[in-house]
């Protein structure tokens, strides 16, 4: 328990009495894996405070309040270990305080071999959508979302769904990709509230995200 504590979620089923132990053994169900910004949030929380980033956490506020009446775009640039993840942390932690959703994706070394992953992370946290949720779940706020008046603009709504791992019988991506990304680059900054889309070692993203 100790080893995997925080890295993923479990049910306790208590104590059972287990072949080849002369006393009870407490076991867990494993249920997910905890969300790797998760992870790094309890790490942050028990380590010491920010220091010497008032400056640059200031001009993120500052941004923060500028993209209230507009997008602003703000890249944050560094050596390995100068603090970036933990100030995106800090930041993160006055967005929530702010009532402002911050949806976050990371790239990953392995990125060629997962295309677009920061994209469908991005778009699951946009949706609403939890490790755990379901494909009918998927489709069914893959729908609500992206569905239109426009019929031309409603044959990407399958794919979509399938791009979420949820794919719909008789359809595939195929030639809709294009309009597919399309719609969802186009879906992700947009609402009637402020938001921030956070993208953690971007240098890491495949060339199509």
């Not at 104590?15 to 905890?34: D, F, K, M, T």
């Not at 195929?174 to 990304?181: A, E, I, K, N, V």
Request: include cysteine.
């Amino acid at each position: 328990m100790v080893l995997v504590d925080g890295d993923f979620e479990l049910r306790d089923h208590g104590e059972r009495n287990v072949q080849g132990s002369s006393h009870p053994i407490r076991v867990y169900e494993l249920l997910a894996e905890v969300p790797a910004q998760a992870r790094q949030g309890r790490q942050f929380a028990r380590g010491q405070p920010l220091r010497g980033r008032d400056a640059e956490l200031e001009s993120l506020r500052r941004a923060l309040e500028e993209a209230r009446t507009g997008g602003r775009i703000v890249a944050l640039s560094g050596e390995a270990g100068s603090g970036k993840s933990r100030l995106c942390h800090e930041f993160s932690l006055h967005c929530w305080q702010q009532q402002v959703p911050v949806h976050r994706a990371s790239g990953v070394a392995y990125s060629a071999a997962a295309p677009l992953l920061p994209l469908r992370a991005l778009l699951r946290s946009r949706l609403g959508l939890g490790p755990q949720a379901d494909a009918q779940e998927i489709r069914q706020k893959v729908a609500a979302a992206f569905t239109s008046r426009n019929r031309t603009k409603n044959l990407v709504v399958p794919a979509i769904a399938e791009f979420l791992g949820a794919a719909v019988q008789g359809h595939t991506v195929g030639t809709l990709r294009s309009l597919m990304l399309e719609r969802v680059a186009r879906y992700l900054p947009r609402g009637e509230e402020p938001q921030v889309l956070l993208i953690e070692d971007l240098h890491y993203a495949d060339p199509a995200t």
